[in-house]
């Protein structure tokens, strides 16, 4: 199939990778040229603009940062719209607010372009290995065109609703994603305190209700002193924020999300920001009066 890839970071670029070692055609771009190196190594062809990488694509894929870059590179001047056809199919992977996506998505279908919102969970490892969890939002029919270039990217699958509702599932994805990890990072700096080996406490906790992949996964990284990011705080922080503006466009009260938001606000604000999430540990060190390396 004919695709095009626009964005091509952490996540991005072996998610392109994951599409071309399936056999498929690839139109790349990057706003950093040397991000395309790889690609181009491996067969894509390089594009100069969102737009030509959208030429005579079935399928165009973005993962950017956030809200505006979406909108800038399927909107904008040499975005998606200016170089797609009636029928494509715009899949916009990146983590944003709903209500972007679904104003997006009208502007879009009004160029005759579908969309499809289809944030991911995994983190870098997950895109290496093409095992992401994907959560799509949009047209049926869209979706099953694209669920076989999905399928090289990710092992779960889930068309969520209509339009907006893969971030929708998103956000609760982050929510108990973060909430999970400093509650861990907050265990594991408790027992350090109590002079315990945290090892032997994930152990003990591995056999009990306390469980999680979280625990046995970030757990085991944040005990190994691993902070390498597969997924950065301030990103981590980035997402909890969507979710918080939506709860209070909403009204509803989500006070574990806001208390975690707080502390990737102060990891981003304290050098720790471009740490993984897990770097949270870090941040509860310090503020209990010892400091790991």
């Known amino acids: 199939m004919e695709a095009g890839f626009v964005g091509l970071g952490i996540m991005g670029r072996p998610m392109a990778l994951n599409l071309l070692r399936a056999g498929h055609r690839l139109r790349v771009w990057s706003r950093r040229a040397e991000s395309m190196r790889p ?24 993962m950017v940062a956030d809200a505006p870059d979406v909108k800038q590179v399927a909107l904008g001047e ?3 719209a200016d170089g797609a056809a009636r029928g494509c199919v715009f ?21 005759g372009i579908d ?18 969890t994907i959560m799509v939002g949009g047209n049926s029919n869209a979706f099953e065109r694209v669920r076989p270039l999905f ?32 509650v861990i990072a ?33 757990g085991g990284r944040m005990l190994a002193r691993n902070f390498k990011p597969g997924f950065k705080a301030w990103m981590h922080q980035k ?15 989500l006070p574990a999300a806001a208390a975690t938001a707080q502390l990737f606000n102060a990891m981003s604000g304290s050098s720790l920001g ?8 870090k941040l509860y060190e310090r503020l209990s009066g010892g400091v790991g390396p």
């Open 274 to 281: 471009e740490d993984d999430s897990i770097g949270v540990l």
């Open 115 to 132: 969309m499809l919102d289809a944030p991911v969970s995994g983190g870098e490892a997950g895109a290496i290995s093409g095992s992401l």
């Open 239 to 253: 997402d909890l924020r969507i979710v918080l503006d939506e709860a209070h466009r909403l009204g509803i009260a």
């Open 78 to 80: 040499r975005g998606v």
């Open 39 to 62: 690609l181009i190594d491996a067969g894509a062809i390089a594009c100069d603009s969102a737009a030509q990488a959208a030429q005579g694509a079935q399928v165009v894929f973005s």
């Open 151 to 182: 399928e090289c990217l990710g092992k779960s699958i889930t068309l969520i609703g209509d339009s907006g509702a893969g971030q929708v599932a998103k956000a609760c994805n982050q929510v108990v994603t973060g909430i999970s990890v400093a």
């Open 91 to 111: 899949v916009d992977m990146s983590t944003i607010a709903p209500g972007a996506a679904r104003s997006i998505a009208a502007r879009l279908a009004e160029r």
């Open 186 to 218: 907050e265990a594991f700096n408790y027992a350090r305190v109590n002079g315990v080996d945290g090892e032997r406490v994930r152990e003990a906790l591995l056999g009990g209700f306390a469980a999680s992949r979280i625990l046995d996964n970030h």
